[in-house]
Nanobody, 124 residues
Framework: QLQLVESGGGLVQPGGSLRLSCAAS????????IGWFRQAPGKEREGVSC????????TYVDSVKGRFTTTRDNAKNTVYLQMNSLKPEDTGVYYC?????????????????WGQGTQVTASS
């Protein structure tokens, strides 16, 4: 059974950092592009970033460019989202998702396997 599990969320003061992890079981991530999405209360889920099978990345949200970094460690079967200088508007549930192709997509409908999400709250 294909499964993704996110971890690393929590409560942090504005300006702080968190590193989210997305661990796969039942399959190897190196055959998949992995996307990070987030959903704030009352808002639609939006694509944040994506990392291709070869490690190239795309960032879809202008406000996180320069603050968020997506990496992958295929040996650990894990993808990471390093989030620095967090702002209150970054608050939401963060999800990782996998699609079994080379390329990335900003659209949630293009991903077939999803994690359960992890809550990130940036608040004083």
């Amino acid at each position: 059974q294909l499964q993704l599990v996110e971890s690393g969320g929590g409560l942090v003061q504005p300006g702080g950092s968190l590193r989210l992890s997305c661990a796969a079981s039942g399959f190897t991530l190196d055959g998949y592009a992995i996307g990070w999405f987030r959903q704030a209360p009352g808002k639609e889920r939006e694509g944040v970033s994506c990392i291709r099978r070869t490690g190239g990345t795309l960032t879809y949200v202008d406000s996180v460019k320069g603050r968020f970094t997506t990496t992958r460690d295929n040996a650990k079967n894990t993808v990471y989202l390093q989030m620095n200088s967090l702002k209150p508007e970054d608050t939401g549930v963060y999800y990782c998702a996998a699609r079994p192709v080379f390329g990335c997509s900003w659209s949630a409908k293009d991903y077939s396997t999803w994690g359960q999400g992890t809550q990130v709250t940036a608040s004083s």
